[in-house]
């Protein structure tokens, strides 16, 4: 049974950081990616970064570039997001998924997210001014 379990989020002030953690089970974890999404009120959900658990290779939204970073704990299963010089408009509902590299990278690029089969239940972050 595929469990992803996002955590982490909380309240924070500008200029401030979180690590986002993203704990999965039930599937080979070096065979998947793992993106971050997050989805703001009355907004669309849309990517933040993902990491291929094999090779390590990562990407991020130009919106978060230089102070976001993902990292993977492939002996626990854990994808890590620290997110740093938080600003407000970094608030949003951020959730973890799991599928193939592919997929992942695709979802993250069109928006596609409705194509991923796995999801973890979402952290709220919130980042006051």
């Known amino acids: 049974d595929v469990q992803l379990q996002a955590s982490g989020g909380g309240l924070v002030q500008a200029g401030g950081s979180l690590r986002l953690s993203c704990a999965a089970s039930g599937f080979t974890f070096d065979d998947y990616a793992i993106g971050w999404f997050r989805q703001a009120p009355g907004k669309e959900r849309e990517g933040v970064s993902c990491?291929?658990?094999?090779?390590?290779?990562?990407w991020y939204a130009d919106s978060v570039k230089g102070r976001f970073t993902i990292s993977s704990d492939n002996a626990k299963n854990t994808v890590y997001l620290q997110m740093n010089n938080l600003k407000p408009e970094d608030t949003a509902v951020y959730y973890c998924a799991a599928d193939a590299p592919h997929t992942i990278v695709v979802a993250l690029l069109s928006g596609h997210y409705y194509d991923i089969d796995y999801w973890g239940k979402g952290t709220l972050v919130t980042v006051s001014s």
């Open positions: 990491i291929n658990s094999s090779d390590g290779s990562t």
